[in-house]
């Protein structure tokens, strides 16, 4: 089972970056992501066992947070323009930071390269002359998924496997 865990976002948030997503790609072409694929990966697992990605996820002790979603670049070398925080929030931080050493307890080799808060929206695009601002949206971080990801022809599913509460603080 190739799995990872993430953020999802709420419905109207996914579909206001997915429709963002559509008009740049008149101009550079690719690949939009669906609104239901929308999402902001915390770590890649791959082939992994579900049962104990789960019983590492649920030691993590972190509070709820709201995502800002402000930047929005093309990278070149993966041909993909995203959207995400100018910087990462300090809560988000301490979820990757929790998450990847309950899960190095528990044995899970992960990517030793730093964490990029970043959400794909657009695949497979060329550089485009430029990139319009983005919608105003509200991504509330209330808790993490484990999900399991599967490849067919016609793209990725995705199917939440577990979710993992971020309480709010007081």
């Excluded at 101009?27 to 590492?56: M, S, Y």
């Excluded at 979603?69 to 990462?88: D, L, R, T």
């Excluded at 971080?141 to 599967?150: D, G, H, I, K, Y």
Aim: hydrophobic residues 45%; glycine residues 6%.
């Amino acid at each position: 089972m190739r799995l990872f865990f993430a953020l999802w976002p709420p419905p109207a948030t996914a579909r206001a970056l997915a429709d963002w997503a559509k008009g740049v790609a008149r101009v550079a072409g690719g690949k939009p992501v669906a609104a239901e694929n929308i999402h902001l990966t915390l770590a890649f697992l791959g082939d992994a066992d579900p049962g104990k990605a789960a019983a590492a996820a649920k030691e993590v002790r972190c509070e709820a947070f709201d995502l800002p979603i402000e930047v929005s670049e093309y990278w070149k070398h993966n041909q993909i323009v995203w959207a995400g925080p100018a910087q990462i929030p300090e809560r988000l931080a301490r979820l990757v930071e929790a998450l990847q050493f309950e899960l190095y307890r528990t044995g899970f080799i992960l990517e030793r390269r730093p964490f990029a808060a970043h959400v794909t929206l657009l695949r497979k695009a060329r550089t485009p002359p430029t990139l319009p601002d983005l919608p105003p949206v509200q991504w509330p971080a209330n808790e993490f998924v484990l999900v399991q990801s599967r490849s067919s022809s016609e793209g990725s599913y995705y199917a939440s496997l577990k979710s993992f509460g971020l309480p709010r603080s007081q």
